[in-house]
């Protein structure tokens, strides 16, 4: 298995452009998650989905949005680049324990944005 | 309000000595804690995790963390550190507001260095 891999590893963007991220997972994961990473700021959850067809808000969804046609791929949309979106983006997966919660997230190994 | 603190930004160890990484936590009832570890340019990777049971949790790498109810503490140890274990450290709670779907709640990070 590749796990969750994403495109692209770095980009550019300018103010005002517009960029789709790329994730996908091998794992049959029906959970997928959209986390940006800033310095000194842990993980801020953007989007998830607990399954095909089914998106839902976390933390920080402003300015972005997403996805889900297949349980594989679970692309996040730029639509008006901004400074502010400036940072570096992990996808990760989960497969769903139910009530018993606890499962394990598995993390991609990022993309990093740069808005100028 | 749910959250994860980690109230140290580095934590500076010698090869071979003991270490700690700190993680403080508030829920409502029961957590579920996670440890994950991200190597520089890296997406974050899983380490241990508590759910239920024996408060001490063995992980990867020969990581283990101390579940404390009291101190609503989940503090990260190692016997013998490593250089290689130097990373940034996560500590995460488990979102358990109903309809957040095991989303997890991340602290800040702490850096771990391991000098020779």
């Known amino acids: 298995n590749a796990g969750v891999t994403q495109t692209p590893k770095f980009r550019i963007l300018k103010i005002g452009q517009s960029m789709t991220l790329q994730c996908t997972q091998d794992?049959?994961?029906?959970?997928m998650y959209w986390y940006r990473q800033d310095p000194g700021m842990g993980l801020k959850l953007i989007y998830y989905s607990v399954g095909a067809g089914i998106t839902d808000k976390g933390e920080v969804p402003n300015g972005y949005n997403v996805s889900r046609s297949t349980t594989e791929d679970f692309p996040l949309r730029l639509e008006l680049a901004a400074p502010s979106q400036t940072s570096v983006y992990f996808c990760?997966?989960?497969?769903?324990?139910?009530?018993?919660?606890?499962?394990?997230?598995?993390f991609g190994p990022g993309t990093r944005l740069l808005v100028l | 309000a749910q959250s994860v603190a980690q109230p140290e930004d580095q934590v500076n160890v010698a090869e071979g000595n003991p270490l700690t990484v700190k993680c403080t936590y508030s829920?409502?009832?029961?957590?579920?804690l996670f440890w994950y570890v991200q190597y520089p340019n890296r997406g974050l990777q899983f380490l241990l995790k508590?759910?239920?049971?024996?408060?001490l949790v063995k992980g990867s790498y020969g990581f283990e963390a101390e579940f404390n109810k009291s101190q609503t503490s989940f503090h990260l140890k190692k016997p013998s550190a490593l250089v290689s274990d130097s990373a940034l450290y996560f500590c995460?709670?488990?979102?358990?507001?109903?309809?957040?779907?095991?989303?997890?709640?991340f602290g800040k990070g702490t850096k771990l260095s391991v000098k020779p």
């Open positions: 829920v409502s009832g029961n957590p579920y």
């Open positions: 508590y759910i239920t049971g024996d408060n």
């Open positions: 794992m049959n994961h029906n959970y």
């Open positions: 995460a709670v488990r979102d358990m507001k109903g309809g957040s779907q095991g989303n997890l709640i």
């Open positions: 990760a997966s989960s497969y769903p324990k139910g009530l018993a919660g606890g499962e394990t997230q598995y």
